[in-house]
């Protein structure tokens, strides 16, 4: 009899559960996490079109005039073509589940055979407001939204950039990275020619031959 009575209890605390849980909703939470197969939840930030700003297409012949204190002489960095590739970002939410936000990006490599040198041109999402352009010549970084390339009102904005009886128009001078107040090295950039100069310390330039 005593069997029988704790059999029914434990049916009986059973089926309460069950109720409970279902009613309730008490059983154990799901995350965002449970509807990837990977259990990581992604989120992607494709280029735009904004991307119509950069004039090159990755295997482009780009010469310059080189002016340094003991030589005038050209100059001439040809592309290697562009490689895609993405940027991760991973955080984790409250629950622990992980959050990867990835970014589209691409670089091109501008090399020169005859001295070795190299420009490099990288572009990449920055989350959802649009993209920017990175470039690294002779250990400096220059770094720029692409909205502000395009935005005539930005405090610094060249109208018209003459240099060597050339003209370039809307043309933004950026200072190295975390060198913000530095114009003594400088390079000279607009969406319609690119990359136009490269000014260092008065000593050291290479300008764009239309």
């Known amino acids: ?66 002016i340094t204190q003991s030589d005038t002489d050209t100059v001439t960095f040809i592309g290697q073509g562009k490689k895609y590739y993405e940027i991760i970002e991973t955080d984790y939410d409250f629950y622990g589940c992980q959050h990867d936000d990835i970014y589209d990006a691409y670089s091109i490599e501008f090399k020169d055979k005859v001295n070795s040198e190299i420009i490099c041109f990288k572009l990449f999402v920055e989350g959802e407001g649009g993209s920017e352009l990175e470039v690294f010549y002779k250990n400096k970084r220059f770094l720029e939204s692409l909205f502000f390339i395009d935005y005539s009102s930005m405090s610094g904005f060249i109208t018209e950039f003459r240099i060597l009886g050339m003209r370039f128009y809307r043309v933004h001078p950026l200072p190295p990275v975390n060198e913000w107040n530095n114009y003594k090295d400088t390079m000279y950039y607009n969406k319609f020619n690119g990359m136009i100069r490269f000014a260092y310390d008065s000593t050291y330039s290479i300008t764009l031959l239309k």
Request: charged share 25%; proline share 5%.
């Open 1 to 66: 009899m005593k069997t029988k009575l704790k059999i029914l209890k434990l049916l009986t605390v059973s089926i309460a559960v069950v109720l409970i849980i279902f009613f309730c909703n008490c059983g154990p939470e799901t995350t965002e996490c449970d509807n990837w197969p990977d259990g990581v939840v992604k989120t992607y930030y494709h280029f735009e079109e904004d991307t119509l700003k950069i004039p090159y297409h990755g295997f482009d012949t780009l010469k310059f005039l080189r």
